[in-house]
């Protein structure tokens, strides 16, 4: 019995010295399981972020024009709940759609998480190097300079320092898409004019400005500008007729359309897997989406407005943003695809149903329909 009493009081012994090193052990066993688990959660968040956001928000998470960053302590800090809600529902009366999958997005909640992770714990120049060894570096925006001799010029208007203080604003961020002195573009309308300045007041410029117009590529920039920067862009609507002509240079737009069969064929590779189904396998558009193989779109919309419809998307409409999903390549592959139909495009569009085979002839409903009623 004296034995038995020995080995079990040294059997407690040894449980009562090995528990509170098993717990410590199971603790640094369990920290360590988290940082690994967190660390796996942020490298994946990066190529989720790189595939779907940077369009947006850009490489380093700085924002793009009017699209908000990311990089800042209010993001950082903000709840997980709230967040994650942002993320999945996305936010109303702005370009940010849902993601979430239930939101008719394409993250689920595990990827959401990752996002998250990334958003709040990861580094964001790691996620600018990941963004550009994926190759998903957004298109760079085109912008222009104003001369401080244009600006000392512009000072002595009569409404000069208005002029002055908004000219920088247009040209760093509006010139790309309504043009160099406001004479509008392919992608956006004259703000230098008449028509405008008569049919517009101040308060309803600086609404279009501040919360953009649904439906189009303009985006709000109430996020983007300061209240007084948009005020001064509202004045240089009102009084642009005061500017003299070519106070802007023209931004350079270098060439993006190949004629290289390969760039071509590659383009309309993914012409058919992401744009057929709504522009038409020809482009000659559908209930969807318009035409595009049509010559007034050709010949009106140059290279770089038809890449940015595509990099950016149109809010509010079926056409999604695909810069954070194609590289830089390929979206010029597809411009040069689309761009190769120019010289044959037809006067008008002939739209036909989703699914409708190129050439084949409408019902009367115009489209198909099923096979009971597709004629012979």
């Known amino acids: 019995?004296?034995?038995?009493?020995?080995?079990?009081?040294?059997?407690?012994?040894?449980?009562?010295?090995?528990?509170?090193?098993?717990?410590?052990?199971?603790?640094n066993r369990m920290a360590h399981a988290q940082t690994e688990l967190l660390a796996d959660s942020i490298a994946m968040g990066e190529e989720i972020y790189a595939e779907n956001c940077v369009v947006c928000h850009g490489s380093d998470g700085q924002g793009i024009s009017a699209y908000p960053g990311l990089a800042n302590e209010g993001v950082q800090t903000m709840d997980y709940d709230s967040i994650f809600k942002v993320i999945e529902r996305g936010r109303y009366d702005t370009a940010m759609a849902?993601?979430?999958?239930?939101?008719?997005?394409?993250?689920?909640?595990?990827?959401?998480?990752?996002?998250?992770?990334?958003?709040?714990?990861?580094?964001?120049?790691?996620?600018?190097?990941?963004?550009?060894?994926?190759?998903?570096?957004?298109?760079?925006?085109?912008?222009?300079?104003?001369?401080?001799?244009?600006?000392?010029?512009?000072?002595a208007l009569p409404h000069g320092n208005l002029l002055a203080a908004a000219l920088?604003?247009?040209?760093?961020?509006?010139?790309?898409?309504?043009?160099?002195?406001?004479?509008?573009?392919?992608?956006?309308?004259?703000?230098?004019?008449?028509?405008?300045?008569?049919?517009?007041?101040?308060?309803?410029?600086?609404?279009?400005?501040a919360n953009g117009v649904p439906g189009t590529l303009m985006a709000g920039w109430d996020k983007a500008l300061p209240a007084a920067d948009i005020e001064n862009l509202v004045a240089l609507m009102r009084y642009w007729d005061e500017v003299p002509a070519n106070a802007l240079p023209q931004p350079e737009l270098p060439?993006?359309?190949?004629?290289?069969?390969?760039?071509?064929?590659?383009?309309?590779?993914?012409?058919?897997?992401?744009c057929g189904h709504c522009h038409g396998p020809e482009g000659q558009g559908t209930p969807m989406a318009p035409a595009l193989n049509v010559q007034n779109f050709l010949t009106d919309t140059n290279d770089q407005a038809i890449k940015a419809i595509i990099s950016q998307g149109v809010p509010d409409t079926r056409m999604p943003a695909w810069g954070g999903r194609l590289t830089d390549d390929q979206l010029n592959a597809?411009?040069?695809?689309?761009?190769?139909?120019?010289?044959?495009?037809?006067?008008?569009?002939?739209?036909?149903?989703?699914?409708?085979?190129?050439?084949?002839?409408?019902?009367?409903?115009?489209?198909?329909?099923?096979?009971?009623?597709?004629?012979?």
């Open 98 to 155: 849902g993601w979430g999958v239930g939101e008719g997005g394409v993250l689920n909640d595990m990827e959401i998480d990752q996002l998250i992770a990334m958003i709040q714990y990861g580094d964001w120049q790691q996620t600018a190097h990941t963004v550009e060894a994926l190759g998903l570096a957004p298109p760079t925006v085109i912008t222009v300079e104003v001369s401080d001799e244009i600006l000392a010029e512009i000072s």
């Open 255 to 274: 060439p993006i359309a190949s004629t290289d069969a390969e760039v071509i064929a590659s383009g309309a590779q993914l012409y058919n897997v992401a």
């Open 1 to 27: 019995m004296k034995l038995w009493t020995f080995v079990g009081l040294l059997a407690t012994l040894i449980i009562a010295a090995v528990l509170p090193w098993y717990a410590y052990n199971e603790s």
């Open 334 to 376: 597809l411009v040069s695809f689309i761009r190769a139909w120019e010289p044959t495009a037809p006067a008008t569009a002939n739209p036909t149903r989703p699914g409708a085979g190129a050439g084949t002839a409408p019902n009367s409903d115009g489209g198909l329909g099923p096979p009971w009623m597709r004629s012979n």
């Open 168 to 209: 920088p604003v247009y040209a760093a961020n509006c010139a790309a898409c309504h043009g160099a002195n406001g004479e509008g573009t392919a992608i956006a309308p004259a703000l230098n004019s008449a028509d405008l300045r008569a049919g517009k007041t101040d308060d309803e410029l600086g609404r279009i400005i």
